[in-house]
C-alpha cells in the first residue's frame, strides 16, 4: 500500500527554494549518489533519459539519512539539516489546480503508481543533441509532453542480481542489427545496501517516447537531451498547507529565526518540529 505521507532529508536553503521556485528537482539517474543506478554496462549513458525525485516512507527518523541527506551542499555542513514531510500525491491534480481526494492509481511495471502530466521550469537541451535533433525521428510531442509517474517502492536487490538484470538492457528491434532500449525499464531497483532507505520515488522521462532505438554504434553515442542534471517540476501548490518541517538533531540554532522569517515569507507559517533523536553529528 502506497503510504500518505513522504519524507526527505534536505538543507534549510533548499526548502526555501521549494517553496520559493514552487518546485520540486528531479534528478537525472547518473547523477545520483548510488553509482550503480540503472547500470547499463557500455551504454551507461542511457541513464541520463531517466529524472527521479527521492524519498522516503519511514515516519521514524533515520540517523544514516540525516547524515547523507542533511546536508548543506554548498556549506558541507549538517546542522542547517531538515526533514520535510508531504502528501504522497504531490503531483496529482484533480483538473481544477486541486489535488484529488483519492489517488488516480494505473499499474505501471507491477506497481501501483500515480501518472500525472506535469508543468516543468523551462528546459535547456544539451548542445550536443541540438544538431542530432534536426535527424532524429522526435517530434515536439515528446518535448512538450512531461508526465510522472509515482510514487513508486523501490525493489531492493542483491549486487549479483541486479548487474546481471542490466547487462542485456539492450532488446533486439525488427531489424538485424538493430536495437531498443525502453527507458521505463530502469530507475525502479536499486542494490540491496541501500535497503535502510525504504524509498519511494517518482520517476519521470525526458524526452518523452517510449523507446530510443538504433544499431549498437548509434546507442553508444552519449546524448544529453538537457543542458543540466536535473529538471525542476511544479508541484500542487494545494498540499503545501500538510507539509511539515522538521529541525536536524543538531541544528544551528542561531539560524533558526531567520529560516522561520524566509519560510513566513514563503507563505509557509506551522511550527518547525525539533528532532526527536540525541546524537552528535
Not at 506535469?118 to 535547456?124: G, L
Request: glycine share 6%; hydrophobic share 35%; aromatic share 14%.
Amino acid at each position: 500500500m502506497i503510504p500518505a505521507y513522504l519524507y526527505q532529508y534536505t538543507s534549510m536553503n533548499s526548502v526555501l527554494a521549494i517553496l520559493e521556485n514552487k518546485t520540486i528537482r528531479f534528478t537525472r539517474l547518473d547523477s545520483l549518489n548510488d553509482l550503480n543506478e540503472g547500470c547499463c554496462g557500455e551504454y551507461a549513458h542511457l541513464k541520463k533519459y531517466v529524472y527521479i525525485s527521492s524519498w522516503s516512507a519511514d515516519e521514524r527518523e533515520s540517523i544514516p539519512m540525516w547524515s547523507l541527506y542533511g546536508r548543506d551542499k554548498k556549506e558541507n555542513v549538517l546542522d542547517q539539516g531538515v526533514r520535510i514531510k508531504v502528501p504522497t500525491n504531490l503531483f496529482t491534480f484533480d483538473g481544477n489546480g486541486g489535488l484529488k481526494e483519492e489517488l488516480a492509481l494505473n499499474k505501471v511495471l507491477n506497481n501501483w503508481n500515480v501518472v500525472t502530466e506535469v508543468k516543468t521550469k523551462d528546459i535547456e537541451l544539451g548542445e550536443d543533441v541540438k544538431e542530432k535533433l534536426k535527424d532524429a525521428d522526435l517530434n515536439d510531442y515528446h518535448f512538450t509532453r512531461k508526465e510522472v509517474v509515482g510514487p513508486v517502492k523501490v525493489d531492493y536487490i542483491s549486487f549479483a542480481n541486479y548487474a546481471d538484470r542490466y547487462s542485456g538492457i539492450l532488446k533486439p528491434g525488427q531489424h538485424p542489427g538493430f536495437y531498443s532500449f525502453f527507458p521505463k525499464d530502469v530507475g525502479y531497483e536499486k542494490v540491496d545496501d541501500w535497503a535502510y532507505e525504504n524509498e519511494y520515488r517518482f520517476w519521470m522521462q525526458y524526452p518523452y517516447c517510449k523507446q530510443i532505438y538504433g544499431s549498437g554504434g548509434v546507442l553508444k553515442n552519449d546524448v544529453s537531451f538537457t543542458k543540466y542534471p536535473y529538471i525542476d517540476v511544479f508541484y500542487n501548490e494545494k498540499a503545501i498547507p500538510e507539509m511539515e518541517i522538521m529541525l536536524a538533531p543538531n541544528f544551528n540554532v542561531s539560524l533558526v529565526e531567520t529560516f522561520k522569517s524566509e519560510l513566513e515569507k514563503r507563505g509557509f507559517l506551522k511550527v518547525l518540529q525539533k528532532s526527536a533523536l540525541d546524537v552528535r553529528m
